[in-house]
């Protein structure tokens, strides 16, 4: 069965600081997309990236990074210098590269402070 | 940049009332999707659709629901009888291959569904 934990229910930050947004996986699938979105109070989802099993690099794009560990099933997300506008919950996502559904996790509400 | 749209954005129903949610896919899109979030939980996968027919769909989607490419552009879901329960955030989502290829699924900004 496939499955996508992400722990921290809510994170509180103060604007600037640096936060990292735990997301761990199962999935019996050697190939796989993992995904993160962000869900801000108007309800939408953003898409921020998807990374394909078979890069394990690590990608940066702007303020955001993201850290792939495949030896621990994990894809975790860090924004560097938080701002108010990145209050919103943030989703992480698995798909099977041969399955039509995306498997999302229960989401990390992240509150920014001025 | 292209974009699914779906409307309305917000529908009220009394319950036991049908409800149909609409979406426009993205124009070269083939494979189509539903995802539904109960307030304050995850988005949950419902059903897949291609060819004019389901390829996959989840517990979740029974027989009170159906989906229907009624014309060239439109992909509906329709809720028969609906439930308080059925309260949620409808999200509709399109992709121009299927999972055999590297396409993402783009997710339109979703309507919400109220049940009176």
């Known amino acids: 069965a496939q499955k996508v934990t992400q722990a921290q229910t809510e994170i509180s930050v103060v604007e600037k600081e640096d936060v990292t947004l735990d997301c761990v996986y199962e999935t019996r699938d050697t190939t796989y997309y993992l995904f993160w979105y962000k869900q801000p109070p108007s309800g939408e989802l953003v898409f921020l990236i998807r990374?394909?099993?078979?890069?394990?690099q690590n990608e940066i794009s702007g303020r955001y990074s993201w850290n792939f560990q495949k030896s621990t099933s994990s894809f975790n997300f860090t924004i560097t210098a938080s701002q108010v506008v990145d209050s919103a919950v943030y989703f992480c996502?698995?798909?099977?590269?041969?399955?039509?559904?995306?498997?999302f996790g229960a989401g990390t509400r992240l509150f920014v402070k001025a | 940049e292209p974009e699914v749209t779906q409307t309305p954005s917000h529908q009220v129903t009394q319950m036991g009332q049908e409800v149909i949610l609409r979406c426009v896919p993205i124009?070269?899109?083939?494979?189509f999707y539903w995802y539904r979030q109960i307030l304050g939980q995850k988005v949950e996968f419902l059903v897949s659709?291609?060819?004019?027919?389901?390829?996959?769909k989840s517990e979740i989607f029974d027989d009170q629901f159906s989906v229907e490419r009624p014309d060239g552009s439109n992909f509906t879901l329709k809720i028969r009888s609906t439930k308080l329960e059925d309260s949620a955030m409808y999200f509709c989502?399109?992709?121009?291959?299927?999972?055999?290829?590297?396409?993402?699924?783009?997710f339109g900004d979703g309507t919400r569904l109220s049940i009176l």
């Open positions: 124009s070269n899109h083939l494979y």
């Open positions: 996502a698995l798909r099977s590269t041969g399955g039509f559904k995306t498997i």
């Open positions: 989502a399109s992709s121009e291959g299927g999972p055999e290829r590297d396409q993402p699924q783009h």
């Open positions: 659709f291609y060819n004019n027919e389901i390829s996959e």
């Open positions: 990374r394909n099993s078979f890069d394990e």
